[in-house]
């Protein structure tokens, strides 16, 4: 039976690999996004107008149609997501490159500074 445990070494490599580390700070950049008054209404909604497309019955493709049906949602859920992705990455390096003004993380874990 493989041991539960994890070594310091291979716990730094998991996370320098992208783990869970990574994936904590993607959360608070999009949250970041979010939160923005700066940024579009309709930029913030895009992700929740693919899972409505996604949720709602009614699509270009039927999903009744075995994997054509399907295909169209991968797609536009594949393509918010990229949409998103660049979106968020362009707010992060507007806010790098601006006026330095910090935007306020509102995780109670991280103590001001």
């Known amino acids: 039976m493989p041991s539960v445990r994890m070594s310091a070494a ?6 320098q690999a992208g ?13 970041r996004f979010l939160r923005d008054p700066g940024v ?6 895009a992700g929740a107008a693919a ?4 949720v709602w019955p009614f699509d270009l ?4 149609i075995p994997v054509l049906g399907w295909l169209d949602d991968i797609g536009v859920l594949a ?3 990229l949409f998103l ?4 990455r362009r707010h992060e390096r507007t806010l790098e490159a601006g006026a330095g003004v910090p935007v306020p ?3 109670p874990a991280q103590p001001p500074p």
Do not use: H, M, N
């Not at 783990?19 to 959360?27: I, N």
């Not at 579009?40 to 909604?45: H, I």
């Not at 899972?51 to 996604?54: H, S, T």
């Open 51 to 54: 899972v409505a497309y996604v």
């Open 61 to 64: 493709i039927p999903d009744t």
């Open 85 to 88: 992705v660049r979106e968020v």
């Open 40 to 45: 579009a209404t309709w930029k913030k909604l």
């Open 79 to 81: 393509v918010v997501a």
């Open 10 to 15: 291979r716990a730094g490599a998991v996370l």
């Open 105 to 107: 993380d509102s995780d």
């Open 19 to 31: 783990g869970p580390a990574q994936r904590v700070g993607t959360l608070r950049k999009l949250w």
